[in-house]
């Protein structure tokens, strides 16, 4: 090979801080997108869209788990819940699986608020 292969090489990466940045992100970017699904959800006439206001109220819900907010997320997925009331369809059958599925690894700690939450779950998942 030719002394000019080194030439082509990329110049060494330099930390701008950039990465220390991107890190806390995510905590960020979870709020954030967990408020814009709580705007949307109550932005629309619960009556009329139902199953939408059930899945915004799903997603909002999924981003207060990702940052931890356990009491939150079960507060949440009980209000898409009574939003699904008379709602049968695929999407919100799929959403309270994955709801349950995600409360797996907390109902192990015992917390109350997944215990009832898991029983409402399954209870919607019985009746569909």
Same mark, same amino acid.
């Given at each position: =090979?030719?002394?000019?292969?080194? *030439? %082509? ?13 991107? +890190?806390?992100?995510?905590?960020? @970017?979870?709020?954030?997108?967990? *408020?814009?699904?709580? #705007? ?12 939408? $206001?059930?899945?915004?109220? $799903?997603?909002?819900?999924? =981003? ?6 356990? *009491?939150?997320? %079960?507060?949440?997925?009980?209000? /898409?819940?009574? @939003? =699904?009331?008379? $709602? +049968?369809? /695929? +999407?919100?059958?799929?959403? $309270?699986?994955? =709801? ?8 192990? +700690?015992?917390?109350? %608020?997944?215990?009832? #939450?898991? *029983?409402?779950?399954?209870?919607? #998942?019985?009746? /569909?």
């Amino acid at each position: =090979m030719s002394a000019g292969f080194a *030439e %082509c090489s990329p110049p060494p990466r330099r930390d701008s801080g950039r990465a220390q940045r991107t +890190r806390k992100a995510p905590a960020r @970017h979870h709020r954030s997108a967990a *408020e814009q699904y709580a #705007l949307a959800a109550t932005a629309r006439p619960a009556d009329t869209y139902a199953r939408i $206001v059930a899945l915004d109220l $799903v997603a909002e819900a999924e =981003m207060h788990l990702k940052r931890g907010s356990i *009491e939150q997320a %079960c507060l949440t997925w009980h209000k /898409a819940i009574d @939003h =699904m009331g008379g $709602v +049968r369809s /695929a +999407r919100t059958r799929k959403a $309270v699986s994955r =709801m349950r599925s995600d409360l797996r690894r907390f109902r192990a +700690r015992g917390l109350r %608020c997944v215990a009832e #939450l898991d *029983e409402r779950g399954r209870d919607f #998942l019985a009746g /569909a």
